[in-house]
Structures are given as C-alpha cells and as structure tokens.
C-alpha cells in the first residue's frame, strides 16, 4: 500500500498523462511516465526488500501496586541490515512508547526500554507493538 506521497506521485502522474493526451505535448508524457515508474519501482523494491522484524518485550516486575513502576524491555531483531525501524508499543489507558532504532544489523539484536507508572489498580495490556520501515524515498 503506497504511503501519501506515493499517492500524490500517482495522481500527478496520472493528471501529467492525461495533460499528454489532451494537449499531444510530448514532455508533459514522458515526465508522467517517468514518474509512474518510479512509484512502481518504489513497490516492487519494498515488496521485495520487507525485512523479517522479531520483536521480543520482557516485563520487570510482572505485579506491582498502584503505583509502582515497571520497566518494559523490547528486543528488536531481523534478517538483514534495515535502517531506520520505527517501533511504537502501546500501553492500555497509558499511550504509547515510540523509537526509532537507526541501524540494525542481522543477527546483532538492538533493545531498548521504557518505564511505565502504573495509577490505578487493574491488569494493563501492554501491546501490540506495530513496526514501520522506510524506503528509500521516505
């Protein structure tokens, strides 16, 4: 699914096709190709290059009162260099914990860890965690 700008490249490149039909002006068909090519291009790279992510979380301590805090420790793992992961874990009536991990490196895992202060009594989720990947072109 392309992102924002990659829908805003399709429609410009679409309208910039449609302004080549219309007017016959060769350069307003090539720059819209050109630039149609490059959003499928942009797809079939992501496509091929999606990284498998391991994600692995360890809560410290499992139970505490009102009060207390717990320390989240999330494990980040792939199956090949990725540059830039975005990971965000959410926690019930709490939000959510946001990083951005620059470099990972297959088989050398990165971690991380955040604290979350626990107000009231009651069981919290934490989780799911969601993983975003940046391609070349943002």
Request: aromatic share 4%.
């Amino acid at each position: 699914m392309p992102t924002l700008r990659g829908w805003i490249a399709t429609g410009v490149a679409a309208g910039l096709i449609v302004l080549w039909i219309a007017l016959g002006e060769e350069l307003l068909g090539a720059g819209g190709l050109l630039l149609a090519l490059a959003v499928i291009g942009n797809l079939i790279y992501t496509r091929r290059t999606l990284p498998a992510i391991r994600l692995g979380r360890r809560v410290t301590p499992r139970q505490l009162h009102a009060g207390q805090r717990a320390i989240v420790h999330v494990t980040l793992a792939t199956d090949r260099k990725v540059r830039h992961i975005h990971v965000e874990d959410s926690v019930d009536h709490l939000g959510s914990a946001r990083f951005v991990a620059g470099d990972v490196d297959a088989g050398r895992p990165v971690g991380a860890r955040y604290e979350v202060m626990c107000h009231r009594r009651g069981v919290y989720s934490v989780g799911p965690a969601t993983t975003r990947v940046l391609d070349p072109l943002r």
